[in-house]
């Protein structure tokens, strides 16, 4: 076991708990995948409680070359008998990402391209060997990618804050307050399948934003209005890199939309078994691509951006000291985004109003006194009134006739 970590770039896992990792009880019947951080990409295995190296490796993400560092491109590998073999099942792009930062407001907005594939099993040569020998035929059943049941699937992640801290009624609430505790964090996702349906958990507590990025920690994932994936991003102390990158844990709802080809698993000797369909597999590339510090550390300049929203203008480090434009709203975000028609963001000024409205109808007006008349202080003032001539209109005084 020590062997094949070493050769899947990965040495085990911190914790052997598995409440560390999940954030949903134990299902019967569910997938529980823990996506490790290795130095090249990511190993996933299937849990195993108290095993140190985390459990049997399934699939391996590997980075590959693209035409920027600003877009990284990522496959994912099955691995089989514990070697990543080359049958590729998945492919990741993030094509592109918008940061927009201003005293007080935060914006980043990742476009990703996620693609899944099956493969069947088709006579073919192989790129290592394409000649036979006397004794050796280099045309074999080899898995082949196909087209058949391929999943492609578009996906936009919107992380927004806003820091309320530098207002007059924040100021007020919140005198001793310090960096983060004026900060409200919310992401939105967008996917171009109306399948599906993915959100993030609201924060425990009775707070209705989250105060930093990094509580953002629970992805759920709905299909036709059912639930079938929860992933929970885990972080430890002590990381020795720029970036700590999280372990992943994710629960997948096994699918029957796809059957899986079982004439394939009797066959001994092949390669390319996998252990989840091309639905299944979907699941775990949005996932990874709602986390992707755990397949790599991020190479944009999110850091700079979060800091300028939190310096005050003209401040080292804020963003007219860093040469940013400030002459931005949310509205100028959508119309750049508007060739991507399932990009969804979040208003700031919609909720504010809400809340607005809320308070208004929460505010009573204060009722008027009333006294009790059978009471001997009421009628006594009731006396005062009636001998000074006031009272009410109806009220009938001595010597005045009853109609």
Known sequence: MTQMNQHLGWGGVPDTDRATYFKEQLMMGWYELLCCPSAMGCVIVSFKPGDPSGGQAEYKIKLRLSHSEHVPRFQLHVVYQGKTRQWIVGH????????????GEFIRVQVWKVTCNSWVYERRRSALHRKSALCYSAVKERPTPT????????MTIAT?????????????SQQASKGKEGERWVQTIGVSSKNYKLSVEPPQSNEKHHRN????????????????????KQRFAGTLGKVCRPYLGVQIKPSKLNEKPGEAEEQEGLEGKSLLDTHELMLL??????????????????EHFINAMRAK??????????GLSVQWDTGDVRTRLSHVPYAELHS???EEEKQQEEEGEDEDVPAEAVMDIDRPAAQYAAQQQ???????LEDVYPGDSAV
Do not use: F
């Open 147 to 154: 087209a058949e049941k391929m999943e492609q699937m578009g």
């Open 285 to 302: 590339l949005m996932c990874l691509a709602w986390s992707e510090e755990t397949m790599s550390p991020a190479v944009d300049r999110t």
């Open 92 to 103: 990741m792009e993030k094509t592109e990402t918008h940061l927009r930062a201003k005293e």
């Open 313 to 322: 203008s003209g401040e080292q480090g804020s963003a007219d000291w860093q």
């Open 348 to 350: 700031w000024g919609a």
């Open 386 to 392: 009636a001998a000074a001539g006031v009272g009410a």
């Open 160 to 172: 927004q804050a806003k820091n309320t801290s530098a207002t007059e009624a924040a100021k007020k």
């Open 213 to 232: 990025l990094e509580d953002i920690s629970v992805l759920r994932i709905l299909y036709q209005g059912k639930k079938v994936c929860v992933a929970r």
